[in-house]
Each structure stands twice: as C-alpha cells, then as structure tokens.
T-cell receptor, first 113, second 115 residues
Framework: DAMVIQNPRYQVTQFGKPVTLSCSQTLNHNVMYWYQQKSSQAPKLLFHYYDKDFNNEADTPDNFQSRRPNTSFCFLDIRSPGLGDAAMYLC????????????FGPGTRLLVL | AQSVTQLGSHVSVSEGALVLLRCNYSSSVPPYLFWYVQYPNQGLQLLLKYTSAATLVKGINGFEAEFKKSETSFHLTKPSAHMSDAAEYFCAVSAGGTSYGKLTFGQGTILTVHP
C-alpha cells in the first residue's frame, strides 16, 4: 500500500544534542510537510517542500531545519533541542493544490531529557 | 488569513447517540475544509473534505458534514456513535492558489463514547 512512513516512532535525545527525524513516502507526491504537535494542541506547520523548493513558516525557529534529497525522503533536523521541543512530529504529503488531501504518517514522538 | 474554531474541546456521548462536532471557519477566499481524526499516538486520517462541490459531504465510518457559507460552519455529524469513534477530531481549512495546500487546524475536539 502507498503510504507515509516515519522513523523512528519514538526518539529520545539529550538537551542540546542534534537529532534527525526521517520521513519517506511511496505516493510520489510533490509536497512534503512537517508539523509539530504538542500535547493537547493542534498540529502546527513548520515548513514544507514543493518538489525541491523549501518554504519556511515565518514563526518556525531557526533551530529547525529540513532536507529533501529526493522525492521520496524528507528529514527534519533539530540542531539543539530544548525541553520545549518535546512533541509529536508529523510528516504529511500531498499533490500540492488546496483541495488535495494531505496524507499523514504515524508521527515521531520526541522526548528531550 | 484563515482560522478555524472548534466549539467544545471535549464532547461526550452515549453509544448509539448522535455525534455533533462543531467547526466554524474564517477565510478571505473560498475555503477548502477538512475533518481529520487522530487516535492516540497516531497520525491524522482524513474523514471527509469539502472542495466546493456538494455542500453535504459524506465521509468514512458513517460521518458527514455540511458546508454552510452563511454561517461559516462545517459541523461534523454521525447519526449513531460507536465505541470505536472515540478519538480526537480536527477541523482544518486550506486556501487555494500558491498556498500549496497549507492547512490551518482548529484546536481539536476529544470525543468520548460511553457504553
């Protein structure tokens, strides 16, 4: 089945230690999104790629970076995680138009010690 | 600019009762509207979406929603709740054009279903 895969499902890191979360898709969608969802809150868009074009949300901290080496993979890098970065990180994909469905992966829950 | 307001962070119903989850939106352009469901520690799954065709939209698992432009609402309903419907539900709005499908989510409504 075509899908969005996120690894790992759970990630524990130390305060200030860089961490990378990964996302892959078999849907061949143009757009890949990264959302941050803190406990009991709505998902918040961090950034997205339309093909190779990177689009950062205005309020996304510089501590968060992303890479998309090819259509299938996208990575979220947190350069110096703080305690406030503990959250569920959701990857999603779509064909890119406003009416298109976004397909979400199962998420990676990040714990910062 | 777009925004979504979900009225009621928690809704509790008995099994077999009507489910009504409320969503109001604000959008400067004709909106596309979505309902997603999230089970604990999982990603979001699309229930249904409105894309300017029929105003009454039917989705998976017996859910439906009606787009009412005059009320700027897109409430989610299900005639008879099932225990498996217990989850968190998010309403979201998207604009067209060059937004690349950026979704703005409401704060979510947790649905509890009692036996």
């Amino acid at each position: 089945d075509a899908m969005v895969i996120q690894n790992p499902r759970y990630q524990v890191t130390q305060f200030g230690k860089p961490v990378t979360l990964s996302c892959s898709q078999t849907l061949n969608h143009n757009v890949m999104y990264w959302y941050q969802q803190k406990s009991s809150q709505a998902p918040k868009l961090l950034f997205h790629y339309y093909d190779k074009d990177f689009n950062n949300e205005a309020d996304t901290p510089d501590n968060f970076q992303s890479r998309r080496p090819n259509t299938s993979f996208c990575f979220l890098d947190i350069r110096s995680p703080g305690l406030g970065d503990a959250a569920m990180y959701l990857c999603a994909t779509s064909r890119g138009q406003g009416w298109e469905t976004q397909y979400f992966g199962p998420g990676t829950r990040l714990l910062v010690l | 600019a777009q925004s979504v307001t979900q009225l009621g962070s928690h809704v509790s119903v008995s099994e077999g009762a009507l489910v009504l989850l409320r969503c109001n939106y604000s959008s400067s352009v004709p909106p596309y509207l979505f309902w997603y469901v999230q089970y604990p520690n999982q990603g979001l799954q699309l229930l249904l979406k409105y894309t300017s065709a029929a105003t009454l939209v039917k989705g998976i698992n017996g859910f439906e929603a009606e787009f009412k432009k005059s009320e700027t609402s897109f409430h989610l309903t299900k005639p008879s709740a099932h225990m498996s419907d217990a989850a968190e539900y998010f309403c979201a709005v998207s604009a067209g054009g060059t937004s690349y499908g950026k979704l703005t989510f409401g704060q979510g409504t947790i649905l509890t279903v009692h036996p």
